[in-house]
């Protein structure tokens, strides 16, 4: 009997398809037999809509988990800060690999020396915008969408300052500039940095095979990050940036909610002792920041984005 051959789904950008086929490599060693299915996710579609305005949670991945419940593809692999942390009925997380990068960066263009002046930068992200302005208030932030190349050519074109990205999808690509800045005071998006390999839960065969690949330490970071803003965001979409890492067999969680123009911010910071029981940390730190003004700020935010 011919071994089953898994059929990896992806979006088609280059950033995507690097991922699936670095999924795919990690297969083929291990002895599996691989294809890779490439499709076009709504999010890719539509470039002249913010993402919040889509209704961000899933629009990039809503149309592989369609491909997988449909038996059209078996396995598919996301940026994991793409990912709705709740996962459709019937598919299931099986591996996240090992974090690269968690930075965002800054690509700037001409003098980097624009910080106390006026100045416009480009990100499609609640996140991202929300801690520039509360960074920099005098500055402007508009909307960029589309891949990485499509962001970085939008970018040359403008006459805007800069664009923020996520350094781990440049660097993955090799198309890292060298006019750029590590933004390494800005809380990055719950999971940056991790790629998420997802399968249909009553396939074991891909199940057993991909959870091979799992990397303990990442899935344990991501768990906390994720779980942090599942309990913040109740489905809506906010300005929400979490990073747990290890320290020592520590763990330090990092966790902050803004509001939209970057002038409220709450921030929360923990060190989990090594051996704790850190499954629900991410829920704690979330009850903090609600009890301490959370509430009526994801209300405010949630009235804005209804506008």
């Not at 990100?123 to 402007?140: E, V």
């Amino acid at each position: 009997m011919k071994p089953k051959t898994i059929r990896i789904g992806t979006r088609d950008s280059e950033l995507a398809l690097w991922q699936a086929h670095t999924v795919e490599r990690q297969l083929n060693a291990l002895g599996y037999e691989t294809e890779i299915v490439a499709v076009k996710s709504t999010g890719d579609l539509i470039l002249d809509v913010p993402l919040y305005e889509l209704g961000i949670t899933g629009i990039f991945t809503k149309t592989l988990d369609v491909a997988m419940i449909k038996g059209e593809v078996d396995i598919a692999v996301h940026s994991m800060k793409d990912v709705p942390t709740a996962l459709p009925k019937g598919i299931v997380q099986a591996a996240v690999l090992e974090r690269a990068n968690v930075d965002d960066i800054l690509v700037y263009k001409g003098n980097p020396d624009f910080y106390t002046e006026a100045a416009t930068i480009a990100t499609g992200s609640l996140r991202r915008q929300a801690q520039w302005l509360n960074r920099y208030p005098h500055h402007s932030v508009t909307d960029i969408r589309g891949n990485v190349n499509t962001r970085l050519k939008k970018l040359d074109e403008s006459e805007w300052n800069g664009a923020i990205f996520a350094a781990a999808g440049l660097e993955r690509i090799n198309k890292l500039p060298n006019n750029h800045i590590t933004l390494d005071w800005m809380i990055p998006a719950p999971a940056q940095g991790a790629m998420v390999v997802v399968a249909m839960e009553h396939d074991a065969f891909c199940r057993e095979a991909v959870a091979k690949l799992n990397h303990t330490p990442t899935e344990i970071a991501t768990h906390i990050e994720r779980q942090f803003l599942r309990r913040l965001e109740g489905g809506c979409t906010a300005p929400i940036g979490a990073l747990a890492s290890s320290i020592d067999g520590a763990i330090r969680f990092e966790g902050v909610l803004l509001s939209i123009d970057g002038q409220e911010k709450l921030h929360i910071e923990k060190v989990i002792p090594p051996d704790a029981d850190y499954t629900n940390v991410g829920n704690d730190c979330a009850d903090e920041i609600l009890q301490n003004g959370g509430v009526e700020l994801m209300d405010k935010i949630r009235s804005q984005l209804k506008k």
